[in-house]
């Protein structure tokens, strides 16, 4: 079998993978490198004075990894710059927050020819190369131009924007034709596949053409598109949730909420989650239901994250402040309505969490899939399981329907379904959670890995000399 050779801006695999922190994607990839052999190629998160065109390799628990060191200057442009402050709020329709300047442009571009001129003299006649996420859309451009003739898939973990809002972006057209160099594009959703096709197909210069089986052209090439829905590693969270700490954490949990229901909330702290939103609309429960003051609360776990931009900084104010202001307003002596942490934890911690929350609280404004809504489920206990309240603007909406999805920019909406979530009976708790294990069982985070790689590897490249192009 060949060799994989995954790509993504920042390198996750473990070095220590028993140590229980790394997420279910990181251990997906590192079992699939081990699998396949092959590498995993990224940024080291290091900077240094003048960039050297090589990369360090070393071994993590039996993955190869190889790391460029950047400049300063290209991890201000490229990073912070056009995947954070460009890239990242367009993708999630706040084009508000969205940051057009043309030396962020120039920086990723740059960037990504970098991580092309180190890339290709590690890459062997065989290799299937698959790169993840909004960072390094140009990459297989800049690999082809070097002479690279392998296949290469791309998977986007963030939602793809409406046409009317992606031709905000200078160059947008650029941006997309470096997409048809990929042999195949993945999606989360079909919604974010479709919208992708709409601007393909509708932006007038682009002009391309829909073809059967999700295959698009244009520029003078065909692509391959498809969804492939994420998912956790099922059975590795129902060990951490079993492990001797995860168990512990739920009695801790347990005997901390002492009779009150716990609501759960876990995010990066990014605008895209929802979280004031999120407040607000806990905060409408709270005045609409007096009854129910002191017999509930929420826990929301927000870990600070891209500190280093701006909308960061502000969104990080803004909900401390909130959260102040409704424990200010609500709290008793003995009661306190919001449990409010900028902290992380361990995974198998996160786990006990969940499972003693009668309440999964999920409500992205935008998300590519949200995996919090998967785990919440998977946390449950079968015989008494709670409820997970989803926004329909994440992704897993289109797979977990059977959870109340709510519109999360009405706190009205918000405030009705923690209502009907903490109300609900047993038997209809049962039913929910039955349908929806059964998704997050048929999404496992390997199954997708596998159905990814399996797809690039089955398209038919053009013989040298045969490119359309
Ligand atoms: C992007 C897309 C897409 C959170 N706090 C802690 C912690 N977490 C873990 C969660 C979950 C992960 O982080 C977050 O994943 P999400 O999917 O919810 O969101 P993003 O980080 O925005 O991820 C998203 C995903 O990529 C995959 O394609 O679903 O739409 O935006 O696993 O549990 N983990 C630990 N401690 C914490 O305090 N250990």
Known sequence: MSRLIVVSNRVSAPKDP??????????????????????????????????????????????????VDLEAQDVEEYYNGYANKTLWPLFHHRVDLTEYERSYGEGYERTNARFAEVLAPLIQPDDVIWIHDYHMIPLARDLRRRGIRNRIGFFLHTPWPARQLLVTLPHHRRLVESMFDYDLIGFHTREWLD?????????????????????????????????????????????????????????????????????????????????????????????????????????????????????YQDIRARLDALAGRINGEYADMDWQPIRYLNRTYRRDQLAGIYRAARVGLVTPLRDGMNLVAKEYIAAQNPEDPGVLILSRFAGAAEQMGEALLVNPFSREELSDAIKRALTMPLDERKRKWASLMQVVRDTDVGLWRDDFVACLRAIDRPADGEDSA
């Open 195 to 311: 919208l992708f096709r709409d601007y393909v197909a509708s932006e007038p210069s682009v002009n391309g053409r829909l073809l059967p089986n999700d295959a698009l052209e244009a520029f003078g090439k065909t692509v391959q598109t498809g969804v492939f829905p994420i998912g956790i590693d099922v059975d590795g969270f129902l060990a951490a949730r079993n492990s001797a700490l995860g168990t512990r954490t739920y009695d801790r949990m347990a005997a901390s909420a002492a009779f009150r229901s716990m609501i759960v909330g876990v995010d990066r702290l990014d605008y895209s989650k929802g979280l004031e939103q999120r407040l607000l609309g806990y905060e409408q429960f709270l005045a609409d239901n007096p009854d129910m003051r002191g017999e509930v609360f929420l826990l929301q776990v927000t870990p600070i994250s891209r500190d280093d931009v701006d909308a």
């Open 18 to 67: 028993a140590a229980g922190s790394a997420g279910g994607l990181a251990m997906a990839l590192s079992a699939a490198l081990r699998k396949y052999e092959g590498l995993w190629f990224g940024w080291s998160g290091e900077t240094v004075e003048t960039f050297v065109p090589e990369a360090k390799i070393e071994d993590r628990a039996g993955v190869t990894v190889a790391l």
